[in-house]
């Protein structure tokens, strides 16, 4: 009794004890799938949600439907469906579908084809109909079907009997598989339960426990509730350590509409009880009550025939001819079948005391809604409202282009004291009651102690206030924000003060006392210190703001020409996430109207748009948990086209068709993947990222291309990497890779490598011992022409050389025969001149026939010794001339050899100096000294000093008409050297002699 108590207060808690109303008036976000969307048939039986991310739906003759959040693909009987009706759908631990339909039918989808269940060698196929099946722990396929369970092992089929119990016939309605993986059925003869392969029957004392149970569910507690014959609901909650021992009660009452005929049960992860039925549409308990979904709230159908809710929180409901449709955000609602509250003109929105909304629009005039209906109230002649506010008293002030309205909740009022005042933009009430009023082209007015007062030094044109945690006023106009304190202005902000605009048309406080500004740029936050701005590029979907708010919960709401904003803060205020919401994310007014939004008594947000009044509920939304999309590899071709994989790999998937282990020819490089992303809440402006480990240094750039392809790839490993990102720009959890392999062309691979090595080195092998013998053999020809040509030459050098001696002893002969006929004609001759030229003749020839002896004796006639040359000659000079005094010769020979061209000419010149110094130089003196040097100057220069240090002369004997001939002999022997001689101005005679050697 206790329990039972305790379980009716918890049921109480949760759906009794709450305010129970149904709003008829109201659309939501549902999106409705028909034929024209691409679904094949619009009875839907069964709907399931695989690991892949796809969902199926069972129709009822349109086959099997696979849906990926923007296209249907459709399996039929002619794809190997084993039936056109199917009604349950489950996956197995390898992947596979299990395909249940009429007539007992069952089949086996691997992702590319279909396949019979086997029992045995035979086809199985049960007479009724599959109703659910479900896959336990140990990998069994359980099937209930209208004539009973049955369990497959992987090999045989065999039908399950209820332990310890009589019953043996019966019809499977309905199915749980809850929170401790424990199969719940339902029955046509009350609840089973199956947990290792054990099936028993749930009964509990003093209930009967062998009704028909047509729909069943889990709450987030863990409890099972069910219903009997599509009316009473029941809980029953297990109270012991084994799953049998369980207390059921009745619940009395649900609220929900009278006569309702459930067809399915489904908590959602947020423990709201929805329940589908055959007549009434969708009714949703929660603790804030429970409302009615039927076609006046966007149902295509009232009849809906199960209910699924997919791993991102989003509801599906499969219904009897309407399709399938998709409820994804809870939190907006929509008026579009209410007059006014659906018109695209609305420019003000506001909750007066009674929780009565009021709308004024532009065109149309003022329209109140109590919650149920709209009422248009004649308070203006269908002028424009731009701005209604009601004050702490509970008056409700409406200003238009005709003036300012007042409402006490019974009548309305002319506001007297500003009869005058027109184009009223903005009405708002300080903190010490104190009223302002906002116009276009008049200015700021101020209602205090009953008396208006215009600002003197205020904007002509003002359109939003807000106050801030000091108590000044802040009024925002088309140039920028004024801020008032008693009445007195004490700063305005513009441009030059951080704010991205001039334009301040709307303005809010958050709870933590920032002041945010919409402008037509941007919208700016001021928190006390300075404005920050925030655009396009921080996150918000336009700069142009037209609304802003705030919610209880601290978020700060912008309304901008391209959707709506969220801005989430964290504790201190600052920006933690932006938000996006457009259509898809059930947004869809997409475009706001200015200052059009107000918070309600329940704390829903209001806003005007152009497809009408939308309503907003924080505490529903489920934005911030966003769905991330599931990304797929779904094609792999090379250079284009579809190829075999079972050619270039171990095994193929037969979902994707993708490989295992591909090895890919060299010359079939050009490979394309092709990839798509599931999303079923955000499928829109869904983009791609990839790379190609081993070849790309980082992820591509964000798109929306379905494919890449690679070409020229050289011989490896490499991973293809895709990821996708959704709308608000979250990244998939999962990166989908293809790892592969470019196969190494065979004359790039190791054993070609080898084998080429091998052959070359063969190759050069056998090469070197040819050219060896052939080097040995041309050798052997060579040293035989070598010797052969040796000896001819030396034969002929012995010749030559027998020659030249030949010749240089007869020239030296005959030079000596000169010699003696020069002295015998001298023999003739008495005149001094005369003999003294003969004598110099004598001493001319002999030097040159000291030449031809020195020749004559030596080897090598291109190098004959210069020193010894020297010696000889002046040794014969000294001889010549009788010369008794004590002249001493220095001789500094740098070089050593000169061929026989340059030694002749040096020599004669030598013989005229050296002549001239024992003729001339010591003439008063026995003692002298006669000086020769010769060292090299350049490669290929030569210097020869050669004097005495006799009494010398001082004239240039190389100048003018007294030249001697010895002389002009010296000078013509320089140039026949190539070289310069000069006369050195020091003590005696000496000369200088630059020359260079002649060639052979």
């Known amino acids: 009794m206790r329990i039972q108590k305790l379980l009716h207060f918890h049921f109480l808690l949760i759906v009794c004890c709450t305010i129970c109303i149904n709003l008829p008036a109201q659309n939501f976000n549902f999106k409705n799938y028909s034929l024209d969307d691409g679904l094949s048939q619009s009875e839907i039986n069964c709907i399931y949600e695989d690991s892949r991310g796809y969902l199926w739906m069972g129709t009822s003759g349109g086959g099997l439907n696979r849906f990926d959040g923007i296209s249907f693909k459709v399996y039929e009987q002619k794809d190997g469906l084993c039936s056109q009706i199917i009604t349950a759908i489950t996956e197995d631990t390898k992947g596979n579908l299990w395909i249940g339909g009429q007539q007992g039918s069952l089949c086996i989808f691997n992702g590319k084809t279909f ?57 499977v309605n309905c199915f749980k598989k809850d929170s401790r993986n424990i199969t719940w059925i339902g029955t046509s003869k009350g609840v089973l339960v199956l947990k290792n392969h054990s099936l028993l029957h749930i009964s509990d004392p003093g209930f009967n426990s062998y009704m028909n149970i047509t729909s069943i569910t889990e709450d987030i507690y863990g409890n099972l509730w069910v219903v009997k014959d599509h009316k009473e609901f029941y809980i029953i909650k297990i109270v012991g350590p084994s799953h049998y021992q369980v207390k059921i009660l009745k619940v009395d009452s649900i609220p929900s509409p009278a006569n309702i005929d459930i067809s399915a049960l489904h908590f959602d992860k947020r423990n709201q009880l929805w329940i589908a039925s055959d007549n009434k549409g969708i009714v949703k308990v929660s603790g804030n009550g429970y409302a009615q979904f039927d076609q006046h709230s966007g149902l295509s159908v009232e009849n809906i025939r199960n209910i699924f809710e997919d791993s991102s929180g989003n509801l599906w409901f499969g219904t009897s001819g309407g399709g399938l449709i998709r409820f994804s955000n809870q939190a907006f609602a929509y008026f579009d079948n209410l007059e006014g509250f659906n018109s695209p003109d609305i420019f003000a929105i506001n909750a007066d005391k009674d929780n009565t909304i009021w709308i004024g629009t532009q065109l149309h005039g003022i329209y109140k809604f109590d919650g149920k209906s709209t009422t248009k109230v004649p308070v203006f002649n269908d002028s424009e409202v731009r701005s209604i506010f009601t004050d702490s008293k509970g008056i409700t002030w409406f200003g238009s282009a005709e003036g300012i309205r007042l409402y006490d909740g019974k009548t309305f009022r002319p506001f007297e004291p500003a009869a005058e005042l027109k184009n009223i933009r903005g009405i708002f009430e300080d903190s010490k009651g104190n009223m302002w009023i906002g116009t276009k082209g008049n200015g700021v007015y101020i209602y205090e102690d009953k008396k208006l007062e215009k600002l003197a030094d205020a904007h002509d044109n003002a359109y939003s206030f807000v106050e801030d945690t000091k108590g000044n006023v802040w009024i925002g106009t088309g140039a920028g924000i004024y801020v008032y304190s008693n009445k007195k202005k004490v700063k305005h902000y513009s441009i030059a003060d951080g704010i991205c605009n001039s334009y301040a048309g709307s303005m809010v406080k958050d709870k933590y006392g920032n002041i945010w500004v ?319 030229l003969f004598k110099e003749i004598r001493n001319r020839i002999r030097t040159i026939s000291l030449v031809h002896e020195k020749l004559y004796k030596s080897q090598d006639y291109a190098n004959i010794n210069v020193k010894e040359y020297i010696n000889m000659l002046v040794e014969n000079l000294i001889d010549t001339y009788s010369f008794d005094k004590n002249i001493e010769l220095k001789v500094n020979l740098q070089v050593e050899y000169f061929n026989l061209n340059t030694i002749i000419p040096l020599g004669l010149l030598l013989n005229e100096v050296i002549s001239n110094s024992f003729k001339y130089a010591f003439n008063e003196t026995n003692d002298g000294i006669i000086e020769i040097t010769l060292e090299r100057f350049g490669p290929d220069n030569f210097v020869l000093i050669i004097g005495d240090n006799g009494k010398g002369y001082d004239n240039d004997p190389f100048r003018g008409e007294s030249i001697t001939l010895g002389l002009e002999l010296v000078r013509i022997l320089s140039d026949q050297l190539n070289g310069k001689v000069e006369k050195l101005k020091q003590k005696g005679t000496y000369y200088r002699l630059e020359f260079k050697p002649l060639k052979d």
């Open 115 to 171: 396949s019979k269940v086997l029992n045995g060698d035979k086809e199985f196929a049960l007479k009724g109909r599959i109703d659910f099946i479900s896959v336990d722990d140990n990998n069994n396929v359980i099937i209930g079907s209208d004539n009973g369970l049955y369990m497959y092992n992987e090999k045989h089929i065999e039908q399950l009997s209820i332990t310890g119990d009589t019953v043996k016939n019966y019809t």
């Open 518 to 836: 919409g402008t037509d740029n941007c919208v700016a936050k001021f928190d006390g210190n300075k404005f920050t701005s925030y655009g396009v590029e921080e996150g918000l979907t336009s700069g142009t703001v037209y609304l802003i708010n705030a919610d209880s919960l601290g978020n700060v709401w912008v309304g901008t020409n391209k959707g709506l904003d969220k801005i989430v803060l964290n504790s201190k205020g600052e920006i933690e996430s932006i938000h996006n919401y457009g259509k898809a994310e059930g947004f869809k007014g997409i475009e706001c109207n200015s200052r059009s939004t107000c918070t309600d008594k329940n704390g829903n947000l209001w806003f005007g748009t152009i497809k009408g009044a939308i309503k907003f509920n924080p505490h529903e939304d489920i934005n911030a948990a966003k769905e991330l999309p599931i990304t797929h590899i779904t094609s792999i071709k090379l250079f284009y086209e579809d190829v075999d994989w079972s050619n270039y790999s171990d095994s193929v998937s037969t979902w994707f068709g993708v490989p295992q282990n591909a090895l890919i020819p060299y010359d079939n490089d050009q490979i394309t993947f092709e990839f798509s992303a599931i999303s079923k809440t955000f499928p829109e402006n869904l983009r791609y990222s990839f790379m190609l480990e081993g070849f790309d240094k980082d992820w591509s750039p964000a798109d929306d291309n379905h494919s890449a392809s690679y070409s020229n790839l050289q011989p490896g490993t490499y991973t293809f990497k895709v990821k996708s990102q959704n709308k608000s720009g979250s990244w998939s959890e999962n990166i989908e890779t293809f790892t592969f392999s470019i196969r190494t062309p065979f004359w790039k691979s190791w054993w070609f490598i080898l084998l080429v090595l091998a052959g070359i080195s063969g190759l050069i092998y056998f090469y070197n011992i040819y050219r060896k013998k052939k080097h040995e053999l041309h050798k052997e020809r060579l040293e035989k022409i070598i010797r052969e040509r040796t000896s001819e030459i030396i034969k002929q050098r012995d010749e030559k050389e027998i020659l030249l001696k030949e010749v240089h002893h007869r020239v030296k002969n005959n030079l000596q025969i000169i010699n003696s006929l020069i002295n015998i004609q001298s023999d003739y001759v008495s005149d001094a001149v005369s003999l003294e």
